[in-house]
């Protein structure tokens, strides 16, 4: 079993070959686990280099400092504090900052490489020590203009029937809904009454009629997945997600509701609401599809066993699912 302390003495290495072991032994080091080396002089340059190469992830402390040898202790810390500390300091700047491009390009080097999973954890535990669930939020969009970036959708192999895939499968069909929903608002807002988009209004209330049966969609997940979810220990992004189905049910009975209601405002009206609820909807809804699809299912499909995944199944075919669910 190798011990948490390493010793290297340079003392009876060449010079040429000293830098090249320090950094080799280095790297074979676990966290937690200590490089402890016997020096000849003071080795405030390696410290220095260890304080660039390293990104701070190490404590260094002197058990004897010369005048002959120089006894130390490096340390190997775990990234995860240093990481969560970054994030905090990014979520403050995401409350004042303007310039977003600039912060996006910063956020870049602390986010690429945090996994959906290990984002969701340090959101849970920041939550805990008192940022708020609108800062998370905050946080969740920069990660995933990020992941847009650089990582594209994660890979999970689901076969047909899995929750999950059948979960995505309807969010196909949901970001199909929108994208007619945005070609037929901008349609008709170039007719000047209700006579001219007949058609149209017909189109637009099976959008919206499909837009509210999705409802079960948000119920399988908020009565089955998330609190399985919480059951392994997830608890802060489900309720991000809960949060966001708050608002976006709202929204889509609202446009149900003037769509059926049409004949009863001036056009002009109708238009001035239709609009504003597409707008809405055309930004809201793929952001929240896209959170559940790259950091929500993914964390689902890591801390969920196997084993858990047919039960989920019997709950989410009892609840029922959505008129256009592609597969089941």
């Not at 690429?112 to 954890?121: F, M, R």
């Not at 929500?296 to 709950?315: C, F």
């Amino acid at each position: 079993m190798k011990k948490s302390v390493e010793t290297l003495d340079l003392r009876n290495l060449p010079p040429f070959e000293r830098h090249s072991k320090i950094w080799a032994m280095w790297n074979g080091l676990k966290e937690g686990e200590t490089l402890r080396i016997i020096n000849d002089h003071e080795p405030r340059p390696l410290y220095y280099q260890f304080e660039a190469e390293s990104k701070g992830q190490f404590e260094w402390s002197y058990e004897q400092q010369g005048p002959k040898n120089w006894i130390f202790a490096i340390k190997k810390k775990s990234g995860e504090i240093d990481r969560k500390q970054e994030i905090k300091n990014l979520i403050k700047q995401l409350k004042t900052k303007k310039d977003a491009g600039r912060l996006k390009e910063k956020a870049k080097d602390i986010l690429k490489n945090i996994s959906p999973t290990d984002l969701g954890l340090i959101e849970q535990e920041m939550i805990e020590e008192g940022a708020t669930r609108k800062e998370m939020r905050k946080l969740c969009d920069v990660h995933l203009e990020v992941m847009k970036d650089n990582l594209g959708k994660p890979e999970m192999n689901l076969k047909p029937g899995h929750p999950l895939r059948t979960l995505m499968e309807e969010h196909k069909m949901i970001l199909d809904f929108v994208e007619k929903l945005k070609e037929i608002v901008k349609k008709i807002k170039t007719a000047k009454n209700f006579n001219r988009i007949s058609e149209e209004l017909k189109t637009l209330e099976h959008i919206a009629e499909h837009l509210v049966e999705a409802d079960k969609h948000h119920q399988r997940e908020e009565e089955v997945l998330f609190p399985m979810l919480e059951k392994f220990g997830v608890t802060e992004p489900p309720e991000i997600m809960r949060e966001e189905h708050k608002e976006l049910k709202p929204k889509k009975k609202e446009l149900y509701g003037i769509i059926k209601e049409y004949g009863k405002m001036p056009f002009s009206e109708f238009i001035k609401k239709a609009g504003k609820i597409e707008k809405y909807l055309a930004e809201e809804l793929p952001n929240h599809i896209y959170k559940e699809d790259n950091i929500l299912y993914p964390m689902a499909n890591q801390v969920i066993p196997e084993k858990e995944w047919p039960k989920i199944k019997k709950e989410c075919d009892k609840i029922g699912y959505c008129c256009f669910t592609p597969e089941r």
